[in-house]
């Protein structure tokens, strides 16, 4: 059971209705994990940061999804894995890659292998990766810096994920086409 209320532009806490305005706007749609953290202002407020700094980092669209689908898959949360398998196929990434992702292994491309082996890597080993990780990292043509990057983007997506899996956030029939086509 559902354990908080999918918020709306309406029906949200004041403090969040201009922020659900403009996602809404910005993604055409209220994703429901954004529509259940818009429960608590304190959560949306450092989800939005924390998701436009990480967006407006070094790492483009593609990347971006392997991270948080990397990051959705280790954590085991439905409502992200369904979202961010969709945005992948929306950015370009070939379904052959969602579904390595999905199933624990690592892309074939080679840059992105070394973006989720490492993402993995922090998730699972909280933060305490060795040299052999960052070393893969880096051979990929990735700056050291850029593991900074990653610790943001399992953050938005750790609050996301963390979120939904509490609250028992349904997915959305947006999202569910696509997760149903990987599953």
């Known amino acids: 059971m559902q354990r908080f209320p999918l918020q709306t532009a309406a029906s949200a806490p004041e403090k969040c209705r201009p922020t659900l305005q ?17 429960n608590s202002p304190t959560l949306l407020s450092a989800f ?5 700094s990480f967006h407006g980092g070094s790492f483009d669209a593609v990347e971006r999804q392997v ?15 369904a979202a961010h398998s969709t945005f992948a196929l929306e950015e370009g990434l070939a379904g052959s890659e969602i ?12 840059r992105l292998a070394a973006l989720s082996g490492l993402t993995r890597a922090l998730i699972e080993q ?7 990780e960052i070393a893969r990292f880096t051979a990929a043509g990735y700056a050291e810096v850029q593991i900074l990057e990653v610790v943001a983007g399992i953050a938005v997506s ?9 609250a028992h956030t349904p997915i959305e029939a947006r999202l569910r086409e696509h997760d149903l086509a990987f599953a």
Do not use: S, Y
Not at 28 to 35: S, V
Not at 48 to 52: C, E, H, L, P, Q
């Open 99 to 110: 579904a390595a992702i999905r199933r624990g292994d690592l892309p074939k491309d080679a």
């Open 158 to 166: 750790t609050m996301a994920a963390t979120t939904t899996n509490l």
């Open 48 to 52: 939005v940061g924390t998701f436009g």
């Open 22 to 38: 403009a996602l809404e706007q910005k993604f055409g749609f209220l994703p429901n994990a954004i529509a259940t953290m818009a």
């Open 67 to 81: 991270l948080l689908l990397t990051n959705a898959v280790t954590i085991g949360c439905h409502w992200t894995i």
């Open 126 to 132: 909280r933060g305490n990766v060795g040299d052999a």
